[in-house]
């Protein structure tokens, strides 16, 4: 048997023929649209597994707890009244994930956690809802639901709202963006000429937006960790920082660009 306990999340590694190669693949592709929906919270590890909703795992965590990662989600919850203690969940999640988990319906002497499919109201899965959110994911346009529900409750300019709605939206006009235009447009960074820039690159990667970064304090996970597109590392940025924190965070990123603006348009190079 492959699934140990039928889990299908978890296959066994073995080496078999490309069927069951390309079997652990799609596995892999798809586990992130899955998670944990609480009953009793008896089964879910808060630091390993993805529970609640898209997006909430142990990345979500403070970084300053991460020696806890096996404490089950049912030691967040009281006993007696199967409601999270507010205090606890705010210490560990801060307090704009706070208020999403504090929500989450619960039970009391609930039945057995469960995995569900995050991306249908039924929460079932099948391969015509796994196809068409693989292919969003492809074109830049997965859910990120903290990230759009959060960019409209930052107080911060107008234009700062704009900026984030259109780094979600991948419409910044970076050069690999003018590229896949305009034949033969250069998609190296003028700064550092070390990369091509793509919004991850123009915003986080370039050295002189790194330094700037850096020296805001930006969790490092933020800065180091590996994405595909720039509303993917803002989801992220979603979960772990509060919402004042990205209030900051945004408008640094604002600036960031428009001093990439006017390095290119105006021939204005601002210190880091």
């Not at 096996?70 to 006993?79: A, G, K, P, T």
């Not at 859910?143 to 960019?151: N, V, Y």
């Not at 409750?153 to 939206?169: D, Y």
């Not at 050069?175 to 960074?189: E, G, L, P, Q, W």
Request: glycine share 8%.
């Amino acid at each position: 048997m492959y699934f140990s306990d039928w889990d299908v999340l978890h296959p066994k590694a073995v080496d078999k023929p490309s069927s069951w190669t390309s079997i652990l693949h799609a596995v892999k592709a798809l586990e992130t649209g899955f998670g944990w929906k609480i009953g009793n919270g008896m089964t879910i590890r808060f630091g390993f597994d993805r529970w609640g909703f898209e997006d909430l795992d142990g990345n979500s965590l403070r970084a300053s707890f991460n020696g806890i990662w096996d404490s089950l989600v049912s030691e967040l919850w009281r006993s007696n009244l199967c409601v999270g203690d507010r205090d606890q969940v705010e210490e560990l999640y801060g307090d704009r994930l706070c208020d999403h988990i504090y929500a989450l319906p619960t039970i009391q002497h609930g039945p057995p956690d469960r995995i569900v499919w995050f991306h249908n109201k039924s929460e079932c899965y099948s391969s015509n809802f796994g196809y068409s959110w693989l292919i969003l994911k492809k074109m830049g346009y997965g859910p990120h639901r903290l990230f759009w529900r959060t960019i409209w409750k930052l107080h911060v300019l107008p234009k700062i709202r704009i900026f984030a709605w259109r780094v979600g939206h991948n419409l910044l006009p970076t050069n690999v963006k003018m590229a896949s235009i305009f034949h033969d447009f250069d998609c190296t960074c003028h700064r550092c000429e070390i990369g091509n820039v793509t919004i991850i690159h123009a915003l986080r990667d370039c050295p002189k937006a790194r330094a700037i970064l850096s020296f805001g304090g930006l969790d490092g996970r933020l800065l180091d960790s590996p994405f595909e597109s720039g509303i993917d590392w803002l989801e992220d940025a979603t979960c772990l920082l509060d919402l004042k924190a990205s209030e900051n965070l945004i408008t640094v990123l604002g600036n960031i660009w428009n001093g990439r603006s006017n390095a290119l348009f105006r021939g204005k190079e601002d210190d880091a």
